[in-house]
């Protein structure tokens, strides 16, 4: 999961809101607030990666093939990333804790639909739904925790541990996973994150202030409509590609639906007086580029992590437990890699760490390709992976930073809604995008290379691009 180190400025609380004192410490009732703000942010990072593991006995059990176990992830990702902005601009006008508490409430009956879910329709209206709920519950927890908690000691304290139980959710996520599905069985990941909701809803009302916009900007619905509608529509003609070709109808007329689409609503937000993506932010070198480091490293780096989790369960036969250590590892390198990131950082800028981050993730994706039937190869997988998920944090990181810098603080709030998007839409496309590859021909062994091949190619060159493209704004973030 992403870790947004950013601290984008939005528009104080209402009065409603109390007020913070500046000074280092946080008070308990700061303490409670954050508790369930983060206990709500790690919630929905577990359900990025709880269900990966468990991918293979969910498609046994359901009826689902392997080519369509892409939607058990894609399901979940697509309304949260396509509903993102949206949601980030509804919380705005109409109450942010309003949003989150709905967001909350919305998740724990979808989790438990997906828990008891009877075939695959019901099980992907679960996790549909669930997608849909995050969607309300990250911007808007991301908004409670910036209007708070103070700019400064408090809110910086704030984003670091709410980024390292972001990260530490996606770890567990795949750890538990692996447990659960071993010993209570798929059902039981589901069960975890209705749990979750259950625990924390209760919680939030009491503690968590109201906030909203005062200056109360219009709902940019068209650019809301044009824009969720060609994200799930490209997304749909990609998914179902993967099961019956690019030659069906239904697959051509929703891909150039998809573009019509988001190209209206490229015209739409040209012309908007309160846009949902400002397109002028669009043009400045650090935005544009540093969102292109941002949408490859998240859109590739899932989709590695995709077809791994079948290539490791169905090729070298590692039972869900023990596919679940595997992603563990790279979990927690990757929290060593947040920790220190960092500081490699405020050394050497944000516009250098993010190319390096790149090229580091694209190199030892590479190294994946040397894969085989061997169980050697269980060896070369965790460390492949795990050293480029090091590289990928770093570049989530450093992405965040190199297209917030420069950006006024007047704007600070549009640019931090870029990079979640960013992060959204790129763990979206990815599985679809690449899954096509890996899940259709008969040697899953054949297809996890070619995806692998692409994987860093597409990485590799994208690093090339970023560092032409930010070489006149400044070697320092």
Known sequence: MAIDTSTPSLTPATPSAPQQPQGHQLSTRDRLVLLVLCAAQFMVALDFSVLNVALPVLGADLGMSQSALQWAVTAFALPSGGFLLLFGRTGDLFGRRRLFLGGLALFGLASLLATFA?????????????????????????????????????????????????????TLGMVFGGVLTDTLGWRSTM??????????????PGLLPESRTP??????????????????????????????????????????GGVLLLAAFGYVES???SPLVSLPMLRRRTVAWGNLGGLVTFSMMSAVIFVLTLYLQEVLRLSAFQTGLVFGVQGVLSVVAGIYAPRVISRFGAHRTLVVSLLGQGLFIASLLGIDEGTWSV????????????????AIISYGLTVTSGVPDEEQGLATGLVTSTQQVGITVGIPLLGV????????????????????AVVLATAALVAVGLRRTGSRG
């Open 191 to 204: 069960g975890l994150l209705t749990l979750f909701a259950l625990i924390v809803l209760p919680l939030a």
């Open 271 to 273: 012309r908007a007086a």
């Open 379 to 394: 060896w070369l997988a965790t460390a492949g992976v795990s050293i480029a998920s090091m590289f990928h944090l770093g």
């Open 437 to 456: 590859i890996a899940t259709t021909g008969t040697d899953l062994l054949a297809g996890t290379r070619t995806v692998l091949l692409i994987d860093a």
């Open 118 to 170: 009877w075939d695959p329709a019901s099980f992907l209206a679960g996790r549909a739904l669930q997608g849909v709920a995050a969607a309300a519950i990250v911007p808007t927890g991301m908004s409670l925790l910036t209007t708070t908690f103070p700019e400064g000691p408090q809110r910086d304290r704030a984003l670091g541990i709410s980024g390292t139980l972001l990260s530490l959710g996606y």
């Open 215 to 256: 200056d109360r900007p219009r709902l940019d619905i068209p650019g809301a409509v044009t824009v969720t509608g060609g994200l799930l529509a490209l997304i749909y003609a990609l998914s179902t590609a993967a099961e019956r070709g690019f030659g069906g109808t239904d697959v051509i007329v929703t891909l150039i």
